[in-house]
């Protein structure tokens, strides 16, 4: 049995796409959060593959899964024993903008190495996942998801032109860790949906070299750089000033990106305690993310208006193994 975090996006999301970090490299911080994708692996009896997800599915063939991604990280990874079980569980649904995808790839693969006794570093183990979702099924998203899952923490990424990525701690005091812990607050939209249709618009005018996605997604890539330098320096309130930069930048990167109900909860907390504020993930729903200074009355305020808050606190371990 293997986990895999879920992540939020603090900064510089957007720039891990292909179609924009080969030609001018990205940038962005991301946390690793105690929520988490788990996948439990069985070898069964009958030479079956026999796979529990939301549906159900029992084959004779690798190549007759219906789900892609295990199907191509059973490919991937040259499994050969049809003697199998695979089921997935998460404490989050799919399409809430937390990198569940990616989250189940990476602990699906950790799952795959530790049955074929191989040993895997994080880097590799999110690089398969990445070449999995992008290269093979040809899904228009970045790297962040894939990378923050396998290494956890809150990380920094650059993603270099020839595909490479790198990675480090951010840098922040342990009481710096435990204020961003306690006034970040994540309410649940009440909606979903799949990332690839709103990246998709990104992905195209950025391999267009359309000029006004350009420039957004450069200055969304030094929002990213200014908030590791305001969070390393302890600076919350700069850290929720540049929040609400990137959410007005993100909002103009596509017409899906929020609705006139989203934006109406986003005002709704600002005017109630709020300090920053923005949609994670992709965009068009799934949830928002508060720097609060009064959490009890942003708490009431979107309780009131009918969204559940998630509780969290920051993962520090990665894609691991259970049970083996």
């Not at 649940?188 to 949906?193: D, G, N």
């Amino acid at each position: 049995m293997t986990r895999s975090p879920l992540r939020i996006s603090l900064g510089g999301g957007g720039t891990d796409l292909p179609s924009y970090y080969q030609d001018h490299s990205g940038f962005l911080v991301a946390a690793a959060i105690d929520k988490y994708v788990y996948v439990l692996m069985h070898y069964r009896f009958v030479p079956r593959i026999l796979l529990k997800y939301s549906q159900m599915e029992e084959v004779d063939r690798i190549e007759d899964i219906k789900h892609p991604l295990i199907r191509e990280a059973l490919r991937l990874v040259g499994w050969k024993d049809l003697r199998l079980e695979i089921a997935s569980m998460a404490d989050v649904p799919a399409g809430t903008g937390l990198g569940s995808s990616g989250s189940f790839t990476t602990a699906l693969l950790k799952a795959l190495h530790v049955g074929m006794k191989n040993l895997v570093h994080p880097g590799e183990l999110a690089e398969q996942a990445c070449r999995i979702e992008i290269d093979i099924l040809n899904e228009p998203i970045g790297k962040q998801d894939q990378y923050i899952a396998a290494y956890g923490g809150i990380t920094c990424f650059r993603f270099l032109p020839n595909g490479q990525v790198e990675a480090w701690p951010l840098k922040i005091s342990q009481r710096t860790l435990y204020d961003m812990e306690d006034h970040l607050l994540l309410f649940f939209t009440r909606s979903t949906r799949k990332a690839g249709a709103i990246l998709k618009e990104q992905d195209v005018k950025s391999k267009a070299n359309d000029a006004n996605m350009v420039a957004n997604l450069h200055f969304v890539k030094q929002l990213g750089r200014d908030i590791k330098e305001a969070l390393e320096a302890g600076d919350l309130k700069r850290f929720g000033e540049l929040m609400i930069a990137h959410w007005e930048y993100k909002k103009a990167r596509s017409s899906s990106m929020s609705d006139d109900q989203i934006n109406h909860w986003y005002e709704l907390a600002m005017s109630n305690g709020a300090l920053g504020g923005k949609l994670v993930g992709a965009g068009g729903g799934g949830f928002l993310l508060f720097l609060c200074e009064n959490q009890a009355r942003v708490r009431r305020v979107m309780a009131d208006e009918g969204l559940e808050e998630v509780r969290f606190r920051f993962d520090f371990e990665g894609t691991r193994v259970l049970i083996q």
